[in-house]
């Protein structure tokens, strides 16, 4: 089983709809990150957490909410998705010492 | 604009051939990390360079982080069709933790 794993893979929205991207891990990582990817962008950081009652505002956070309900889990939700926010979505588990991201597999989110 | 700025943004070459690739930035960073995406996959970690100056070798790869510690390249000898993917530079804010990724260059490698 991958150590950061990311549900749904894919997902087909309608605009207005309101949908949660979910992620698990099982490294033990106090720190976890939510990224999105778009071609010739990078990666851009959303939304960013280093222990259930931190979350911080990254560079691109409007339009999205996150909640960390375990050290494991931490959800990125869309309030009111929109045609831009489509996107491939990743999120990253990193240690104290913050060495390495370990990255779950992504989700190929589509906003119609 | 973008923190951390690659080029080019797309390659594609024949196997065997040599390439280099650059991350840009006009901030002084205290180390740099590579990272390669395969398709469908997240970007994994190749090395992390912390000296100015500090050439690292990985089987056919070769990273250099800049004198300054303002940039970075990674060079890739006789290329192979397993080398292509998508290659991100990443600098780690001090304190806070936070990765912050280049733009990225595509890379394929074609047989």
């Known amino acids: 089983d991958a150590d950061v794993t990311q549900t749904p893979r894919n997902r087909i929205t309608k605009t207005g709809k309101r949908i949660m991207l979910e992620c698990s891990q099982t490294k033990g990582h106090d720190r976890m990150y939510w990224y999105r990817q778009d071609p010739g962008l990078g990666l851009r950081l959303i939304y960013y957490s280093f222990d259930v009652k931190d979350i911080n505002k990254g560079e691109i956070s409007d339009g999205y909410s996150v909640s960390r309900q375990a050290q494991a889990k931490f959800s990125l939700s869309l309030e009111s998705a929109i045609p831009n926010q489509t996107a491939l979505y990743f999120c990253?588990?990193?240690?104290?010492?913050?060495?390495?991201?370990?990255f779950g597999q992504g989700t190929r989110l589509t906003v119609v | 604009t973008q923190l951390l700025e690659q080029s080019p943004q797309f390659l594609s070459i024949q196997e065997g051939e040599n390439l280099t690739v650059y991350c840009n930035s006009s901030?002084?960073?205290?180390?740099l990390q590579w990272y390669r995406q395969e398709p469908g996959e997240g970007p994994v970690l190749l090395v992390t360079v912390v000296t100015g100056g500090e050439v690292k070798k990985l089987k056919r790869l070769t990273f250099q982080f800049g004198d300054a510690r303002k940039d970075s390249s990674l060079h890739i000898t006789a290329a192979q069709p397993g080398d292509t993917g998508l290659y991100l530079c990443?600098?780690?804010?001090?304190?806070?933790?936070?990765?912050?990724f280049g733009t990225g260059t595509r890379l394929k490698v074609l047989a």
């Open positions: 901030s002084v960073f205290s180390s």
């Open positions: 990253a588990t990193s240690d104290a010492d913050g060495a390495e991201a370990f």
């Open positions: 990443a600098v780690k804010t001090s304190g806070t933790y936070k990765y912050i």
